[in-house]
């Protein structure tokens, strides 16, 4: 009885790896995984060669100069996208090239997709906050008539919930808070900027504002 079982068994995998074999499946397989690799791998190199350009745009003294090199870490970091774009990295690189190049809509739209529910997954508690830190940052540098002050305060409790020691997001909190009239809630993001760094001015000059 257990003879015909083990012949059973073994008739099952032989007539299983024909299949596969027949179908080249484990060549495809391996394949596929090779191609991810070297997709991933392709996405990383342009990603970081992005990140290089935009550190040089930063740092450049001429304004043509560094739309230039914002425009080329803008180039790597789409390439990247291309690649894996599920990867919010890649996605914020972009965005801070183009608020560079002074396209805050653009950029605005890139970080929205950084911190889509698919791409964000790829990112730390503490890249997010910085994330919406830098997404409330350009919201409130187009903000008209206060529209978007409340979008605004919404990224950044979030992101001192995520990221507890990021100054400046309380401090741009607190300013949304005066914005809005909000006295108290103000003075306690600034206080809050303070616990984490007791030396920063501008939570220091705001809370004097406040209090005068």
């Known amino acids: 009885m257990w003879t015909d079982l083990l012949l059973q068994g073994a008739l099952i995998l032989v007539t299983i790896f024909m299949f596969l074999a027949m179908h080249d499946i484990p060549k495809k397989i391996f394949t596929k995984f090779r191609y991810r690799n070297r997709a991933d791998f392709q996405a ?3 990603f970081v060669l992005g990140a290089q350009l935009l550190s040089q ?4 003294k001429s304004r043509s100069s560094t739309t230039s090199l914002a425009k080329h870490a ?3 970091a789409e390439k990247a996208i291309s690649l894996d774009p599920k990867d919010a990295a890649a996605y914020i ?9 002074g396209f805050k809509t653009s950029a605005l739209d890139s970080l929205d997709v950084a911190l889509s529910p698919l791409a964000s997954k790829s990112l730390t508690d503490e890249e997010r906050g910085d994330a919406l830190f830098k997404r409330a940052e350009l919201k409130m540098s187009m903000n008209r008539r206060g529209s ?7 990224d950044l409790t979030k992101a001192v919930e995520l990221s507890a020691d990021n100054v400046k997001a309380f401090c741009l909190l607190g300013e949304c808070y005066k914005l809005k009239k909000m006295k108290a809630e103000a003075k306690a993001a600034f206080e ?9 001015n501008a939570a220091r000059t705001a809370l004097d504002r406040l209090s005068s």
């Open 192 to 200: 809050e900027a303070l616990k984490v760094e007791p030396s920063s």
């Open 57 to 60: 745009a930063r740092s450049s």
């Open 93 to 101: 690189l972009k965005a801070l090239a183009l608020d560079l190049q």
């Open 74 to 76: 803008e180039s790597e």
């Open 148 to 154: 978007r002050v409340d979008s605004a305060i919404d």
């Open 44 to 46: 990383k190199r342009h």
